[in-house]
C-alpha cells in the first residue's frame, strides 16, 4: 500500500496548516560580532516519538534519484531550517525557469535496498524566477534572499534523513537536503550530520570558505549563509560522505537517532545517555560547544565513531546574521586577526583547532590528526587480530586500493593523543612529496567508552564501491566495499551495545612504537 501523501494548500486556506506563503526575505548581512550563541533558536522541542524503528518495514520508492539537473537556472532551492523535529513547519524558497513544479520528500535508508521511501509530495506549484543572489560586503557572504515558495508541514514524517526533490515540469530536478532530527538518543546511535561542513564548500552564487567569484583564496568568503542553494545537484555532500553511511546503519536495524552538529552545538540532550555517536565522512567545521558537548557524551560512556578525516579540524562560530537560529557559519581560517573575536575571545576565534591564539588540536577527541591533501593510496591493515577485523579474513599488510584518499590522518604523538591507542591500519603514502601514513585508530576512555577514527576521507564513500551509485568510486573496487562495510558493521553493531571498554577487547597500544624516533 502507497504511503500517505499530504499535500500543501494555497495561500488563504483554512483546511490546513500547510500553506503558500510570499514572504519577504531580510537584508544583506550585517557585520559579524563576537557572539557564539545561536540567537533565536528554539527552546527544546517536545519528543513527539517518530522513532525510525517502524520504517524498516515500509515499502521503498526506487524513483528517488534525480535523473536530469539540467541547466544551473532550470531549478534550484533551499529551506530556512537545516533541521526539524517531526510536525514542525519549514519554509522552501524555490527558482524556477518552468511554469510548475512538484516537491516530494524522499527519507534515504535501506528499504530493503530501494534506499529511499517518498512520505510526502505536493500539489504542482507555480513557478517563478526568483532574484540573482547579493555578496555581502566585508566577509563577502552569498544570500539569495528569495521570497518563500512554500511552507512544509512535517506532521508524521519519522525522524531520519531526507531529500526534498524539486521537479520542474520541464523534467530538470535539484534537491535539498534535510534532517529531520530526534529530541532524544538514549541508548541509540546517534547519526551526526555536518551541514556546515556542506555549506563551507558551497560555491552556490560564487563563493566559499575556500574561493570567491574570481576562483581566488584571497576573495573567499568570511562567512556563509543557509540562506542560498547548495550548488551541484544539492546535495552532493551529503550523498557522498553521509548518505552510504546512513543506509548501512539502517540495514543493520540497530536504533538509531538523527542529529546535526549545529543541533548539538545548541543542545547536548539527544546525546545523553547515547550509545554512541557517528561522525560521518566529512565532518571538518565544528563550534568549540559542540566539540565539547560530544567530548562530554565519550567521557560518560558513549562510543564515538569519526568515518572519515579531517575531522573536527576548523572551528567556526554559528551568527544569526538578518535571519535567526545561527544561520551563518564564520571561519576567518588564516585571516583569523581581523575576526572580531580576536582581541577579547581567543578561544573563539575561527581558525583551525590547532593554531593559535588558542590551539586546542583535535587528535585528544579523535585520537589522529589531519595532515594532508591530495592523496591516494592503498589502506593497509596492521592489527589484523583486532575485533573490528571480525570476519573480513585480513592479515597483516593485506591492501585497499585508493581507500586513502582525499584527505587523510595519522596518529601524531607530538600531539594530545589518547594513551591507551591502537593503530589497526598504517598505511604508506606520498603526500605532496612527503612520505608519510595514513592510520586508523581506536581508543578507549575510564568511563568505558571507545573511539575509532578511519583516518580516511573516502570510508563511506568505499561502502558503495564498485556499484556505480555516486558516479565515482576513485578505483576502488568490491573487495574493499566488502572489508570497508564488514568491518563498519562490527563497529556499529559493537558500538550500539553500549560502552565497548565492557565487552570488547582493550586496545594493544602501538602509535609510540610506530612512530619512535
Known amino acids: 500500500m502507497a504511503p500517505p501523501q499530504h499535500s500543501a494548500h494555497p495561500s488563504g486556506s483554512a483546511v490546513s496548516r500547510r500553506r503558500f506563503l510570499c514572504l519577504c526575505a531580510g537584508a544583506g548581512l550585517g557585520a559579524a560580532a563576537c557572539d557564539h550563541s545561536r540567537a533565536g533558536h528554539p527552546d527544546r522541542a517536545r519528543d513527539v ?32 531550517r537545516v533541521s526539524v523535529t517531526p510536525g514542525e513547519e519549514l519554509g522552501l524558497f524555490v527558482s524556477t525557469t518552468a511554469a510548475s513544479f512538484r516537491v516530494s520528500a524522499f527519507r534515504t535508508g535501506w ?15 507555480p513557478g517563478r524566477v526568483q532574484r540573482a543572489p547579493r555578496l555581502a560586503p566585508g566577509t563577502r557572504t552569498v544570500r539569495a534572499d528569495w521570497r518563500r515558495t512554500l511552507t512544509l508541514d512535517t ?52 563563493a566559499s570558505l575556500y574561493a570567491g567569484a574570481s576562483g581566488a583564496y584571497a576573495t573567499r568568503s568570511l562567512a556563509v549563509a543557509f540562506d542560498r542553494p547548495y550548488d551541484a545537484d544539492g546535495a552532493e555532500k551529503f550523498r557522498v560522505y553521509e548518505w552510504p553511511a546512513v543506509v548501512l546503519a539502517e540495514r543493520l536495524g540497530i536504533p538509531l537517532a538523527y542529529s546535526t552538529g549545529m543541533d ?40 564515538v565513531a569519526f568515518l572519515g578525516a579531517n575531522t573536527c579540524f576548523r572551528r567556526i562560530r554559528l551568527e544569526a546574521g538578518p535571519t535567526p537560529a545561527g544561520r551563518t557559519v ?59 577485523y571480525e570476519g573480513t579474513g585480513v592479515r597483516p599488510g593485506d ?28 598505511s604508506p603514502l606520498v603526500c605532496a612529496g612527503r612520505p608519510s601514513h595514513s592510520d586508523s585508530a581506536y581508543y578507549t576512555v575510564p568511563g568505558g567508552a571507545g573511539v575509532f577514527a578511519s583516518g580516511t576521507m573516502r570510508w563511506v564513500e568505499a561502502l558503495v564501491a564498485g556499484t556505480g551509485e555516486l558516479g565515482r568510486d576513485h578505483g576502488m573496487d568490491a573487495r574493499t566495499r566488502a572489508f ?10 559493537a558500538f550500539a551495545e553500549g560502552p565497548a571498554a565492557r565487552h570488547r577487547p582493550a586496545p594493544h597500544p602501538n602509535a609510540h612504537d610506530l612512530y619512535a624516533t
Do not use: M
Open 49 to 80: 516519538g517518530h522513532r525510525p524503528e517502524a520504517e524498516r518495514d515500509a515499502p521503498g520508492s526506487p524513483d528517488w534519484r534525480i535523473t536530469s539537473q539540467g541547466p544551473p537556472a532550470a531549478i534550484t532551492g533551499y529551506a530556512d
Open 399 to 426: 591492501a585497499f586500493g585508493h581507500l586513502v584518499g582525499v584527505e587523510y590522518d595519522r596518529v601524531t604523538p607530538s600531539s594530545p593523543t589518547p594513551r591507551a591507542l591502537e593503530v589497526t591500519a598504517h
Open 264 to 303: 548539538v552545538h545548541d543542545d547536548p540532550a539527544v546525546l545523553e545517555g547515547a550509545a554512541a555517536v557517528a561522525c560521518l565522512g566529512h565532518d571538518e567545521y565544528w563550534t568549540p560547544e559542540q566539540r565539547a558537548h560530544v567530548t562530554r557524551a565519550r567521557d560518560a560512556g558513549s562510543n
Open 330 to 388: 564564520v571561519c576567518y581560517k588564516s585571516a583569523y586577526r581581523a575576526d572580531p573575536c580576536y582581541a577579547s575571545r581567543p578561544d573563539l576565534v575561527t581558525t583551525d583547532f590547532r593554531a593559535g591564539p588558542a590551539p586546542d588540536p583535535e587528535s585528544s577527541l579523535t585520537g589522529v590528526l589531519y595532515e594532508g591533501y591530495p592523496v591516494d593510496a592503498p589502506h593497509v591493515v596492521l592489527s589484523a587480530g583486532h575485533w573490528l
Open 111 to 125: 528499504y530493503d535496498g530501494a534506499l529511499a521511501r517518498r512520505v510526502w509530495t505536493s500539489p504542482r506549484v
Open 484 to 493: 570497508v562495510t564488514r568491518t563498519t558493521e562490527n563497529l556499529l553493531r
Open 155 to 206: 506532521e508524521g514524517w519519522p525522524e531520519g534523513a531526507y531529500l526534498l526533490r524539486l521537479d520542474a515540469d520541464t523534467g530538470h530536478q535539484r534537491y535539498v537536503p534535510l534532517i529531520v532530527r530526534s529530541v532524544r538518543g538514549a541508548g541509540r546511535t546517534v547519526l551526526l550530520h555536518a551541514p556546515a561542513t556542506w555549506q563551507a564548500y558551497n560555491r552556490w552564487g560564487g
